[in-house]
């Protein structure tokens, strides 16, 4: 393989026919070889997706959901690959159980969007695109720091599920002789999928064996819930910003909020203020903060949003939001509890024709539910933890629906040409972490290099601001000065700033894809 692949804080790799930027160095060089094997992104970012689900076992995996974003031959996609709750989810189901454990699983829907998918868009034989994932389980991977932490840090709620402590912490997974992680079990699921197609999982014997699993711990996940199972392709909602069409998945995905951040900007000039300054930061902080306040309640199934907003984003709410910044909400509603996350994984692919391609996959908060099936490798999500409690809310936890989803990929059209892929894990901080990249480009000129690099603020699961150490501390006692408790972020925050994975298609068909190392990322190009 010719393309080229190293680390450094931030990095960025140009490409004359295709360029890949994924979370795992792995996954990179695979779809770069299936594009080299004339595959086209579609079977590329899906021979990636399945690689990160062995080298990222703690962000994303068979059990989970994903979130697609397709541009291709000048139109562009969207495919909803959540779970809907199971139908015999009780009606007394507490915040704590939604939180982890067997009752806090929705119906995984990552590989029936990968099959959907493929179906309409692929080009190689879907069998030949798991062969990577099959090999790399199978001999075993080095293991990441980002696994390596999620293992520390988690360590004692696998060791109490028997399936998880197989698959993590024994010696056959984990030999004492090297800091490898070898899982010969979802080798064998891969396998059985690249053979049977999701029929396996959601119609077969892999689903079964998880309904054993579930059931045997309390849950209500049922064969008959897997098979109903449907990803969902949507016209993908947009906002104009300062002439370029920003899309997203419309709800359940979190996307929205993007959109209604960009509407509040979109309403003053932030180019005025300096880049390094505490007045840009204040509008950035503003705007998300009525976002989030306007728009959590609209996250939620999108069979119950449709009904009652039929258009996204919603007009009154982009209307409301443009005069936000100079008649601001209450700074602190709807920004308390945020559901917390760093168990996300994604890929992204552009090529010299326009095209371009992200899937961004999660089994949510690390390890998911905690819950795994020893005899097939996977490991549960934990997606109800999105619900909410309260019986008012479209986002209420029920029966069949699919509740509100952190992940939130972009894409940036302009005149109908694909500019940028724009995607990053960090829970609720994605739309956050975004917007600080874009403003960048648009209103400030910068590079997506220099953008990505920038020092960014997110917020932390009780809504509090945070600030990069790269944030000075007279900017940070000015905002405090304004009326905004920002802090100093600490190691422990990390997992809010997320690690953007992005990609820019400039005038002439140039690209580059840029991996942000807050976490691990790689990029290639050919």
């Known amino acids: 393989m010719n393309g080229t692949v190293t680390r450094k804080l931030v990095q960025s790799v140009g490409g004359r026919d295709y360029v890949v930027v994924s979370g795992h160095e792995t996954a990179t060089r695979t779809a770069l070889d299936v594009l080299q094997d004339q595959g086209n992104i579609v ?8 690689v990160l689900c062995g080298v990222l076992p703690h962000a994303c995996g068979v059990g989970g959901d994903c979130f697609i974003l397709l541009h291709q031959d000048g139109k562009s996609h969207s495919l909803n690959g959540t779970g809907r709750s199971p139908g015999g989810l009780p009606a ?13 699983c929705s119906v995984p829907g990552m590989v029936g969007a990968w099959e959907a998918l493929h179906r309409r868009f692929g080009s190689r034989p879907w069998r030949e695109l798991f062969s990577p994932a099959i090999s790399a389980a199978r001999r075993g991977v080095e293991i990441a720091d980002d696994f390596a932490k999620a293992l520390d840090s ?3 709620q696998l060791d109490a599920d028997p399936g998880c402590r197989r698959l993590f912490l024994s010696p056959e997974a984990r030999p004492a002789s090297a800091r490898v992680l070898i899982q010969p079990w979802l080798a064998d699921t891969f396998d059985l999928l690249a053979r049977e197609g999701a029929r396996a999982l959601y119609r077969g014997e892999l689903g079964q064996s998880l309904c054993k699993v579930v059931a045997e711990l309390g849950g209500v996940l049922s064969q008959g819930d897997l098979a109903a199972y449907e990803p969902v392709w949507a016209v993908p909602a947009q906002f104009r910003y ?23 900007l979109s309403s003053i000039s932030l ?4 880049f390094d300054s505490a007045e840009r930061l204040r509008l950035l902080m503003t705007a998300a903060r009525q976002a989030i306040a306007v728009g959590a309640p609209l996250l939620a199934d999108p069979r119950i ?20 910044l100079t008649s601001p909400l209450d700074s602190g509603s709807g920004t308390d509890s945020l559901p917390p996350s760093h168990g996300t994984a994604l890929i992204s692919i552009a090529d010299k024709h326009g095209n371009g391609i992200t899937i961004i996959q999660s089994i949510f908060t690390p390890f998911g539910s905690h819950v795994g099936d020893a005899s097939s490798g996977i490991v549960l999500n934990n997606r109800l933890l999105g619900f909410s409690t309260n019986p008012a809310d479209l ?24 500019r940028l892929l724009l995607t990053t894990p960090g829970g609720t901080g994605q739309t956050i972490t975004l917007v600080q990249i874009l403003t960048g480009l648009v209103d400030y000129g910068l590079t997506l290099e220099q953008a990505t690099r920038s020092a960014r603020w997110s917020l932390d699961l009780q809504g509090n601001l945070l600030a990069e150490p790269g944030i000075s501390p007279s900017i940070i006692r000015q905002l405090n000065s304004a009326g905004l408790p920002v802090r100093a ?4 925050h990390r997992f809010f700033f997320g690690s953007a994975e992005c990609i820019h298609i400039g005038e002439n068909m140039e690209l580059t894809a840029v991996a942000d190392n807050r976490r691990d990322a790689y990029a290639g190009g050919q």
């Open 43 to 50: 079977d590329a970012a899906i021979a990636g997706a399945a």
């Open 92 to 104: 007394n189901v507490s915040a704590e159980q939604l939180a982890g454990g067997a009752l806090s």
């Open 154 to 156: 988690h360590r004692k």
């Open 242 to 264: 300062r002439g370029l069409d920003i899309c997203v998945p419309p709800p359940n995905s979190y996307g929205l909020l993007m959109l209604l951040q960009l509407a509040a």
């Open 271 to 274: 180019g005025r203020c300096d």
């Open 305 to 324: 949003v449709e009904a009652a907003y039929p258009q996204m984003p919603p007009p009154v709410l982009v209307e409301q939001l443009r005069a936000a």
């Open 395 to 418: 986002n209420f936890a029920g029966p069949g629906k699919r509740p509100a989803h952190t992940l939130s990929p972009a894409m940036a059209l302009q005149d109908g040409r694909l």
């Open 489 to 492: 972020a600490g190691p422990e």
